[in-house]
C-alpha cells in the first residue's frame, strides 16, 4: 500500500503521463474530430497535476517532488491505440483508473478540504469519461440527442 505522500507523487506522475498521452492522441489523429477532443483534454489533466503540486508542497515543504514527465503510460500488445476507437477505449480505462484512485485518496483523507479537493478530481476524471463517451457515441452513430425520459407516455397515442 502506498503512503499518502507515494499516492500524491503517483497521482502527478499519472496527470502527466495523461498529458503526454493526449498531446500524443492528438497529433495521431488530428484530421479527425477525435484530435480535436484528445487536444481538449490536455490543460483539463495540467489543472489536475497543479492542483496536487500544490498539495504536494502544501503537505510536505521540505521534500522535493521527483517525476518523469517524459513517460508515457505502459502500451502493451493488449494495447492498440493506432485507430480512434481503441484509442478513446485506452484513454477512458485510463480516467477510470484515476477516478477509482482519487476516490480511495478521498475516503483515506481526514482533512476536510484534501477530502474535497480528491472528489472533486474524482468527478472530474468521470467527467472526461464521459467526453470519451460521447465521442465514441458520435464516432459510432449512437449518440442520443434527447432523454428517452422525454419519451414517457408518447407511446400511449
Request: proline share 3%; charged share 30%; hydrophobic share 35%.
Amino acid at each position: 500500500m502506498l503512503s499518502r505522500k507515494d499516492a500524491i507523487q503517483y497521482a502527478i506522475q499519472n496527470e502527466i503521463k495523461s498529458q503526454n498521452l493526449y498531446k500524443k492522441m492528438a497529433k495521431a489523429f488530428r484530421q479527425s474530430d477525435s484530435g480535436e477532443t484528445f487536444k481538449n483534454l490536455v490543460p483539463l489533466e495540467k489543472i489536475h497535476e497543479e492542483k496536487l503540486r500544490k498539495l504536494f508542497h502544501k503537505e510536505y515543504p521540505y521534500s522535493k517532488l521527483q517525476v518523469d514527465s517524459t513517460m508515457l503510460p505502459h502500451l502493451d500488445s493488449n494495447n492498440k491505440i493506432d485507430e480512434p476507437r481503441a484509442a478513446i477505449l485506452f484513454a477512458q480505462q485510463r480516467e477510470d483508473t484515476a477516478k477509482e484512485g482519487y476516490l480511495e485518496l478521498a475516503n483515506s483523507s481526514k482533512d476536510p478540504k484534501v477530502k474535497e479537493l480528491f472528489n472533486h478530481l474524482a468527478k472530474e476524471e468521470a467527467d472526461h469519461h464521459a467526453l470519451l463517451q460521447n465521442m465514441l457515441d458520435k464516432m459510432e452513430g449512437t449518440m442520443m440527442w434527447f432523454d428517452e425520459s422525454e419519451l414517457d407516455g408518447l407511446m400511449e397515442y
